[in-house]
């Protein structure tokens, strides 16, 4: 049995922004964002808009993510660190243990420090 890891959820818009601004690891099912906290700990978000599906759909991906979430991070999180999930349209579909797969990859390159490349940067909104 693993010792006891404490892991927080993220409810602050402000921290899903910051998170953002980390390290970005695509996979067909999601994106994972990482970024360091300042010692908080390990905590978790999930994202899913709209343009993944309707209600029902997004809360089944997200029941999904906040087990995968749950049963990754003990292990193989980084401390102090934000770890964000959004979610896209193949998510849903996606064989769960395949996606499990696919996030041990994700969080491993992030501890690396490997990333995607950045996105181009989006002017500001008036």
């Not at 343009?51 to 759909?57: E, H, M, P, R």
């Amino acid at each position: 049995m693993y010792p006891l890891v404490t892991i927080t959820v993220l409810t602050k818009r402000a921290d899903f922004l910051a998170a953002n601004k980390g390290l970005r690891n695509a996979r067909p099912g999601f994106v994972l964002l990482t970024r360091p906290n300042r010692g908080q700990g390990k905590r978790f978000g999930i994202t899913v808009t709209k343009k993944v599906g309707n209600a029902v759909v997004r809360n089944r991906m997200k029941r999904r993510f906040r087990e995968l979430l749950r049963d990754a991070l003990p292990e193989e999180g980084m401390a102090d660190t934000d770890h964000v999930l959004i979610g896209r349209s193949g998510g849903i579909t996606r064989d769960y243990h395949r996606m499990r797969g696919e996030l041990s990859h994700a969080l491993k390159a992030a501890s690396e420090g490997k990333g995607d490349r950045p996105r181009p940067q989006r002017k500001p909104r008036k």
